[in-house]
């Protein structure tokens, strides 16, 4: 690594342009396996939009979930401006960003940021019980559902409708879906 003048490590030009935290929120999303947070405490910062990276959150009736930033003179980072509003809509996201006001579980679930809500004991049991549910899914329709739902945020209903022909037609070609109609004909429950 590089050093400054007075011997101490100095950040380097790459990761100026390209910070560790704007890379681990890359990887979350390209991760083609829906990734789920599972909060138990507060997520306050850094914490909060970490978890909103996240296709999915569950949280222990003991979270709490603040954009603290403000409080400390700064802005978010952790693509908190950009998650916080596709999820909340821009209002709330202001109101929570410019206050840095803390929220708990029961209103981080009514306002949509988490999935559900369960006492603390139970989070990790919901966490890998939701994991198991779309584990135990068509894997390829998972993973290109998820790159459909990323992609479709960021385009017009044209081109939405376009990607999903295309993840479609991808779809129709494996052996999921065959076993898919085939259960469906079958009344029974598919087994991919």
């Known amino acids: 690594s590089e050093r400054n003048e007075s011997g101490q490590p100095s950040t380097t030009t790459g990761e100026r342009v390209a910070p ?38 569950i949280a222990s009736s003991a979270a709490k979930f603040s954009q603290a930033f403000v409080k400390r003179g700064l802005t978010p980072d952790w693509a908190g401006s950009y998650f916080l509003p596709r999820v909340v809509g821009m209002a709330k996201a202001c109101e929570l960003i410019f206050t840095g006001d803390s929220i708990d579980a029961a209103e981080a679930l009514r306002l949509g940021i988490v999935n559900s809500v369960v006492a603390p004991a139970e989070l ?19 993973q290109l559902a998820k790159r459909a739902i990323l ?42």
Request: aromatic fraction near 6%.
């Open 151 to 192: 992609h479709n945020l960021e385009t017009d209903l044209r081109c939405a409708l376009e990607f999903e022909t295309f993840t479609q037609t991808i779809c129709k070609d494996t052996e999921d879906s065959k076993e898919g109609v085939r259960a469906f004909v079958e009344k029974r429950a598919p087994v991919f």
């Open 20 to 57: 560790i935290r704007d890379r681990c929120v890359i990887a979350i999303r390209d991760c083609v396996k829906p990734v789920i947070a599972a909060v138990n405490g507060p997520a306050a910062g850094a914490g909060m939009n970490l978890a909103l990276a996240c296709d999915m959150r």
């Open 124 to 142: 990790m049991t919901a966490a890998y019980a939701l994991a198991k549910k779309i584990a135990d899914g068509p894997p390829v329709a998972i």
